[in-house]
């Protein structure tokens, strides 16, 4: 009668643990690898001094020695991976205390059409105070999941002059920093 009762319950125990491996062995081509989610990575955008132009067409600018130099805003586009999430923006300015660098930020647009004559600062950094090179940057970052169904992001920044326009005063560059999960990108 054991003996009996015994193979009762063999087969059934056999046939969940063959189950269970064949089910572990297929789970990542039905989409069930749930580790390659839970990795995230760090990388960086950078926008160099000639990438920044000028806001507008009648906008002196040039570009010496690594500097976007001119008097007025200055835009650079940036191509960031859907649903990235940044963490910190970070400007290299040059101010030769003439007049300053101001409204560096970080800015993002909505693609809808009731919302596309707005604009959200989503990182922004301090105006130049010292004389020389100057690296700024914000971790406080808002709306820091890049959401590129919604909106296109762009940096910015305003140099101001005074007198001559030239006067070696202007931008280096910019980087933005974002974590992205390898789900993701």
Not at 10 to 30: D, E, K, M, V
Not at 82 to 94: E, G
Request: charged share 15%; hydrophobic share 45%; proline share 3%.
């Amino acid at each position: 009668m054991f003996e009996h009762f015994r193979a009762y319950l063999a087969r059934p125990t056999f046939f969940l643990a063959g189950g269970i491996a064949i089910g572990a062995l297929l789970a990542p081509s039905f989409g069930g690898g749930g580790a390659q989610a839970l990795t995230t990575y760090t990388r960086a955008v950078s926008c160099q001094g000639l990438a920044w132009q000028p806001l507008t067409s009648s906008q002196d600018a040039i570009y010496y020695l690594s500097l976007r130099e001119g008097g007025g805003y200055f835009v650079c586009g940036v191509d960031l991976p859907h649903k990235a999430v940044v963490t910190r923006v970070r400007f290299t300015l040059f101010d030769s205390g003439a007049a300053d660098v101001r409204n560096c930020a970080l800015v993002r647009v909505p693609l809808t059409t009731d919302l596309a004559d707005t604009f959200e600062v989503m990182a922004a950094v301090a105006t130049t105070s010292t004389i020389g090179k100057e690296r700024l940057s914000d971790t406080t970052i808002s709306s820091a999941t890049i959401d590129n169904m919604n909106f296109s992001y762009f940096l910015q920044c305003q140099i101001t002059v005074s007198g001559n326009i030239f006067t070696a005063q202007g931008i280096y560059g910019a980087d933005i920093t974002f974590k992205i999960t390898a789900a993701n990108g």
